[in-house]
């Protein structure tokens, strides 16, 4: 029987959700038990990290230009670091960070390891299987920011705007999610779609996700 690119998705995100636990800084910012450095450290390396991504999606959009499904969710994700580059300052503001801070800040090994990842699969991995597993991945990350945005303002009073960077990543993303069923379509008609390299690609991510997490609580 012929898999349809919503069992594909489903079958992804649900394959290689987290493990219960795994992310052991988001239930201590959840309770409001993480220091305030974390955020500060948090807004530092998300700095570097989406304008690394932001290349590397454009580049995985340029690679895939002979599958326009692929190359518009790549389009998408690259449009999308664009907005949400500019919501990382009033984050870093509330942080006590100006300009000086983010230029001369050296990046932490750990919280590093996911955007030079997604830049090896720029470079190495068919597109459509990079779309699977960045797929399953942002819905792991949407809710580790659903979650620090409501901790942010119960526990650490961050107003909105502080709070918006997190707010753009937990909310709905419907052209988004749109493109990737579109990109899957593509792969699973053209042949292209390896589902057990995008998964292996995807538990790869999502464990550079935790990585990155756990890197913030390092010092």
Sequence with gaps: MTRTAQEVLADAVRGLAPAEGANRL???????????????????????????????????????????????FFESLAQGEDLALPLLDPLALACGLDEEALRDHEPRPACQAYPSYVAWLALNAEPVDVAVALTANFAAWGGYCATVGAALREHYRFDNPACGFFDFFAGPAPEVEERSVEAVEAGLANGRLSEPLAHRYGRLLQAYELMFWDGLAVR
């Design 26 to 72: 988001v239930p201590r910012i959840a309770a409001g038990e993480a220091p305030r450095e974390v955020f500060a450290a948090f807004a530092l390396e998300q700095h570097r990290i989406i304008t690394s991504d932001r290349r590397s999606f454009a580049h995985l959009a340029g690679r895939a230009a002979g599958d326009p499904a692929a190359a518009r």
